[in-house]
């Protein structure tokens, strides 16, 4: 009985910790709102990096014809061909998916694009046979490529570094659009990268180069800014992006005149897309734990507070800190035995198992006896523990839905979209009645863990709309963006291509 009561006091101290009161999760807004305004105002000037992306132009549903993506940006690379038609109409026509060979993701930047270019090569040839593809000597293609890039334009930018595995040291520094030009010409695919300096591009234009077609990549994209564009495509009225999956990322549409740390930027539409690398926000604000401690100085980049965010929410985390917290009740508890060394096993137990868990809902919890036997190597644990561990998983994947709901809120604060500003900012469509009506507002939002696991999903979006308060709640919009990383930016290099 003692023995029992000490491990519910286990999880109820966690529980105190992972607190997510209204109160706390505004001081998260505000604190994502300040950190915003740091990020845009200088280099370093906060953990958000802020990224610059260039683009200004995001598709809008008037965009015609075949477009092509390269999506590199995690285990799998894809090469796909989209074709857009009249009244949004979007068929995906020719879509290779291949998984990137592991030694090639820790080799050198040369065999690494030339893996791609190859690829693209054999995507181009086999098109060349296919009968629904009109006669096009030039070809329009985003690039997907989802790590941290430096740009300095739409289609050029330097990597600052490598995440998710990858880890190509000759690379790091060095600008992407370059590397990818050199392997296509020495495989003779004739490109042209379009912000790339005349004098260049004539070099590069030499006659070495059997000219196959010409390939323009016009934008880099990040996944998250894909999403965006997918969003934007549907709806215009979509203002930010938030994809929430192994990892955990952000970006929105900024003022460029709010952009301070890069003065004199003009875009035709007077904003930017910002990529906001937000799975490195940090705040004091944060409910943190000593599990979470723990769980960062394990990790392979220790490093106090290093992607604080994103290890609170995101799916590569949750199920760990699940497990931290079972190890820690099990010290209390006869019942786990020594059997129990699986236990120690830092991310035995992944998201997708957690959420099983979870969401259990047969009266004796079977799921979650099969998952703790199967997994775990802990058998016969009895139904009113098996009940503790659900709460455990709910009190971690509450905490994480609700800090993301606080930094989609953080946004639209900043972006004078949620409420606060007083003036309810904003314009009709038709122009008329602009005060005192608030602009519908939609954030585009993607990943295995909102998508794919309801709970989570039903926390965020109670929370957001528990945030903003019910007068504005109604007016905001989160909407499922799928596929953005490889149909998004297909779209962006449609709307940045040049009319023919
Ligand atoms: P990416 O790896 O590019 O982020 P996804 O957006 O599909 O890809 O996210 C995959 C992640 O989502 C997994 O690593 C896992 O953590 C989480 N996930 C996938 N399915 C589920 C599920 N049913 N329940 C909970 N989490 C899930």
């Known amino acids: ?25 505004r001081q998260v807004v505000d604190a994502m709102d300040v950190e915003m305004h740091a990020g845009l105002a200088s280099e370093g000037g906060s953990k958000l990096k802020m990224l ?30 989209l074709q857009l038609g009249d009244e949004r109409s979007m068929i995906l026509r020719h879509d290779v998916e291949q998984p990137i060979p592991p030694a090639l993701m820790t080799s050198t930047s040369e065999d690494l694009f030339d893996f791609i270019a190859s690829s693209l090569e054999q995507f181009v040839e086999r098109e060349a046979n296919s009968s629904d593809l009109p006669l096009v000597k030039r070809r329009e293609l985003g690039f997907t490529f989802s790590f941290p890039v430096k740009q300095t334009s739409v289609s050029s930018g330097i990597l600052i570094k490598w995440t998710k595995g990858f880890s190509i040291e000759d690379m790091v520094g060095k600008d992407v659009a370059e590397c990818l030009q050199q392997a296509m010409i020495k ?50 009225d979509t203002v930010a992006a938030v994809i929430i999956g192994t990892g955990t990322n952000a970006c929105y549409v900024e003022r460029t005149d709010a952009i301070i740390k890069c003065q004199g930027l003009l875009t035709n539409s007077g904003g930017m897309v910002v990529n906001m690398e937000w799975g490195n926000f940090w705040s004091s604000h944060l409910p943190r734990t000593s599990y979470d401690v723990d769980l960062d100085t394990d990790s392979p980049n220790p490093n106090d507070q290093a992607r604080g965010f994103e290890k609170m929410i995101s799916g590569m985390y949750l199920g760990d800190i699940v497990r931290r917290v079972i190890l820690s009740m099990s010290h209390e508890l006869d019942i786990f035995g020594d059997v129990a060394s699986s236990l120690l096993v830092p991310f035995i137990l992944r998201t997708p198992l957690m959420a099983v868990m979870h969401e259990d809902d047969s009266p004796d919890l079977r799921e979650v006896a099969r998952i703790l036997k199967d997994t775990l190597k ?18 971690v994947t509450r905490r994480a839905a609700r800090l993301a709901a606080a930094g989609i ?14 003036i309810m900012s904003g314009r009709t469509k038709n122009g008329g009645e602009s005060s005192g009506k ?5 954030v585009a939002i993607e990943g295995g863990l909102y998508v794919r696991y309801s709970m989570f999903r039903e926390y965020l979006n109670e929370a957001v709309a528990e945030i903003l308060g019910e007068e504005i709640a109604p007016h905001v919009i989160l909407r499922v963006s799928e596929d953005g990383s490889g149909i998004g930016a297909a779209l962006l290099a449609a709307s940045h291509s040049s009319p023919s």
């Open 1 to 25: 009985r003692r023995k029992w009561n000490r491990m519910v006091g286990v999880l109820g101290e966690f529980e105190e910790g992972c607190s997510t009161s209204i109160g706390r999760l």
């Open 438 to 442: 608030m602009r519908r507002t939609v």
């Open 52 to 81: 610059l992306t260039f683009i200004d132009n995001l598709p809008n549903g008037n965009e015609k014809g075949n477009y092509y993506a390269l999506d590199l940006g995690g285990t799998n690379f894809r090469i796909l061909r």
């Open 187 to 236: 495989r003779g695919l004739d490109m042209r990268v379009a912000a790339l300096r005349k004098d260049e591009a004539l070099k590069f234009n030499l006659n070495l180069v059997k000219a196959i077609e010409e390939i323009t990549i016009h934008v880099y994209v990040n996944d998250t800014v894909g999403t965006l564009a997918l969003g934007h495509y549907h709806d215009e």
């Open 378 to 395: 802990i058998p016969d644990v009895p139904l009113k523990v098996r009940k503790l561990i659900v709460k455990v998983c709910d009190v």
């Open 409 to 422: 809120v953080g946004i639209l604060k900043k972006i004078g979209r949620d409420g606060s500003s007083g």
